[in-house]
């Protein structure tokens, strides 16, 4: 593969709210998330887990916690990403959220480059959704819900979009 088409991919991921209805496949499910495990970590503590969300119910459940997810009342799988503080201690313990970030970014990487598409749902800063899907999912204090990854095939065709902002770029110096 050239390298300019490796990084076309970035180019090519973009938030993908509706879905065809059409089940994830096993094996896909298996690599998009060995890619979520693949990224960087403090210390490599890797500190994530994941919970793959696949029951309708459940996932029309999730979907009433807040208006902003509505989408999952159609996604056919998400995936919580979840911090496991257990036993990770110390100064990488205050890296965990960037740590689980690069998973997350990971996994919708790899899904748009199996021809799916998502959405990255930010929980960790929500207080009462954090504690619904504790009490959903059955989640023990020491395991956090940082944020929640609905993922299909894109009901529409993909949306071509490079931003670049050069007032954003400081060179050297701010
Ligand atoms: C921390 C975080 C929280 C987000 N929460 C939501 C959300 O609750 N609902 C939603 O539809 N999109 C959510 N998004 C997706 C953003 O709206 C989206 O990434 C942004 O509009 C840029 O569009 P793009 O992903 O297509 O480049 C979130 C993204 C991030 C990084």
Request: no cysteine.
């Given at each position: 593969m050239e390298s300019m088409s490796k990084v076309d991919l970035l180019f090519e991921r973009h938030s993908v709210r509706r879905y065809l209805d059409e089940k994830v496949d096993p094996q896909d499910i298996q690599t998009i998330l060995q890619a979520g495990m693949s990224a960087p970590s403090a210390r490599n503590a890797q500190p994530w887990e994941f919970l793959v969300i696949q029951d309708r119910q459940r996932l029309t459940e999730c979907a009433g916690i807040r208006k902003f997810w509505a989408m999952l009342n159609e996604a056919p799988l998400a995936i919580l990403v979840l911090a496991n503080?257990?036993?990770?201690?110390?100064?990488?313990?205050?890296f965990f959220l960037q740590d689980c970030s690069a998973a997350a970014e990971n996994i919708l990487l790899a899904a748009t480059a199996l021809g799916y598409g998502g959405v990255w749902l930010g929980i960790h800063a929500l207080e009462e959704p954090q504690a619904r899907l504790r009490e959903l999912f059955g989640i023990?204090?020491?395991i956090v819900p940082v944020m929640m990854l609905p993922i299909g095939r894109p009901l529409n065709p993909p949306e071509a979009k490079r931003r670049f902002t050069p007032e954003k770029i400081h060179e050297e110096r701010y």
């Open positions: 503080l257990e036993g990770y201690t110390g100064s990488s313990r205050e023990p204090e020491s």
